[in-house]
């Protein structure tokens, strides 16, 4: 696969990126961070999930 083509494969079909932080002062763990990140496309034609949501909706509200 050429590299021109993997950010449109990555976004048709999605990749998940996960990783750990963990900050430590002379070999002592103080916290882990925990992150995960969804990259993915959205088709132009998906219908809002806040559509039936009153003020929501993209309608002008009573202010």
Known sequence: MPLVDLPDRVLATGVVIGGDIVPAIAEVPLVRISLHALLSSVG?????????????GGERGPW
Request: some cysteine; aromatic content about 8%.
């Open 44 to 56: 132009g034609r998906v219908a809002s999930p806040f559509g039936d949501i009153p003020g929501c």
